[in-house]
């Protein structure tokens, strides 16, 4: 516990450093982050850190980056709970359209709902023991991100 506060700690201290960028964190501090958190192998570590990432960082800075953070997820353990980091990244960038409008657009620029639906699929087929209980969860979270950014799309619930 006193690791997971001392890593945690750390974290939210370099996403409030002065001279973090989005240029900065996008070309040197998320790779490294996601590099480590991938070599680590623990499944709980894993889990807590790429929470960590998501929690502790800017929302622009994961609408820039949606394409590294959902590309770390199948490398991760099958162990660790990808239902519950999907969910949050997704909850995170909705609960964000909702406050900045313009945000709206850039999701839908940077076909956002299409990359989630991509990371479920190769997530379920990389990881083929997760349970169905954790997919249905991922798509109830993505439903959800739907609805809060593109609840005018119904043909996304078809997908």
């Known amino acids: 516990q006193q ?3 001392l890593v ?3 974290l939210t201290y370099i996403s409030q450093l002065d001279g973090l960028t989005f240029d900065l964190y996008s070309t040197s501090v998320l790779s ?3 590099e480590q958190v991938v070599s680590c192998k623990d499944e709980l570590a894993q889990q807590y850190l790429m929470q960590c990432v998501i929690q502790g960082f800017p929302d622009a800075f994961h609408l ?3 394409d590294a953070l959902l590309g770390a997820l199948p490398e991760l353990q099958s162990g660790v709970r990808l239902h519950a980091v999907m969910a949050s990244l997704m ?3 909705a609960r964000y359209a909702a406050s900045e409008p ?3 657009q850039k999701l839908l620029d ?3 709902f299409e990359k989630f ?6 997530v379920a087929e990389l990881h083929g023991d997760i349970p169905a209980v954790h997919l249905v969860e991922m798509y109830v979270a993505l439903m959800r991100f739907a609805d809060g950014v593109h609840p005018d799309k119904l043909s996304n619930i078809n997908r």
């Open 3 to 5: 690791l997971q506060d």
């Open 8 to 10: 945690g700690k750390n």
């Open 32 to 34: 490294r982050l996601l």
């Open 64 to 66: 820039g980056s949606l």
């Open 91 to 93: 909850d995170r960038l």
């Open 102 to 104: 313009e945000v709206v």
């Open 110 to 112: 940077s076909n956002a």
């Open 117 to 122: 639906v991509e990371s479920i699929n190769k």
